[in-house]
């Protein structure tokens, strides 16, 4: 597939649900979201970028720290929700931005502060996103990342594969720990700190957040209903199909 079919696949699969999103729990909450807040509380002045900012929900919790952020994402429709749940919340230090993550649309050193939660395992080509993210970042500027991560063994890997495409065709991979810390050292960020925690999906809002196909349900229902031991044990598969997976939350820096 060509990146500019996988692009269409993503604005279209978002486009459409993108107030799904805004009211998304999974993507509302969480304690990556108060740690963001923590992270961006000594930067009263910063101007920032949000990556692939979705429902705008790490967007909302940056703003409140910082002086300026930039949504930015691929689809009109979900920058057209966070912009209007930006005015309606009454947050008027949030713009908009449309394009794509390997090709941003900003000059050299413009941002203090990159940030992407849940964004980047749609990305095309994620390497080459980091190395924009590194581009515009002014020397020494703060990067954010939160995503889904994927186990380090490949019996465990494939499961998460294998649902989350099944469930969404504009995914492209959720990354192991070892795999993000080899794309931003590529990149020339040096990574500060890196944690991991859980998170837990609920079977029936996930899927509805994608309007997955019916028989592609059944697809994920009948796969869960296959797999070993194992892997029912660690991703904590329920009778419903809801599980739990692992999140990464990672900082680095922009040395040079």
Avoid at 52 to 59: I, N
Wanted: hydrophobic share 40%; glycine share 8%.
């Amino acid at each position: 597939m060509t990146s500019s079919s996988h692009h269409d696949n993503i604005n279209k699969q978002f486009g459409e649900q993108a107030s799904l999103y805004l009211s998304s729990k999974v993507h509302a909450q969480g304690p990556d979201l108060q740690k963001l807040g923590e992270c961006l509380s000594t930067l009263p002045n910063a101007r920032v970028l949000d990556m692939g900012c979705g429902g705008g929900h790490a967007s909302f919790a940056a703003a409140a720290q910082v002086a300026e952020v930039v949504a930015y994402d691929l689809s009109a429709q979900m920058l057209s929700v966070v912009a209007q749940a930006a005015k309606e919340k009454g947050i008027k230090n949030i713009s908009t931005e449309q394009g794509y993550a390997e090709h941003l649309p900003f000059t050299d050193g413009e941002f203090d502060v990159v940030i992407s939660r849940y964004s980047a395992h749609h990305w095309h080509d994620v390497g080459k996103a980091m190395r924009e993210v590194k581009r515009v970042l002014k020397p020494g500027g703060k990067v954010i990342f939160m995503d889904v991560s994927a186990a380090g063994h490949p019996v465990l890997d494939i499961y998460l594969q294998t649902v989350e495409a099944l469930r969404d065709t504009s995914h492209v991979r959720d990354y192991a720990p070892g795999e993000w810390l080899q794309m931003f050292t590529e990149a020339g960020l040096r990574i500060n700190a890196v944690s991991q925690d859980r998170l837990v999906l609920e079977f029936g809002s996930w899927i509805a957040r994608m309007r997955t196909p019916d028989a592609l349900v059944q697809g994920i229902r009948a796969y869960q209903q296959t797999v070993s031991d194992e892997v029912r044990r660690y991703f904590d598969v329920q009778p419903d199909g809801s599980f739990t997976t692992d999140t990464i939350f990672i900082e680095a820096t922009k040395t040079a």
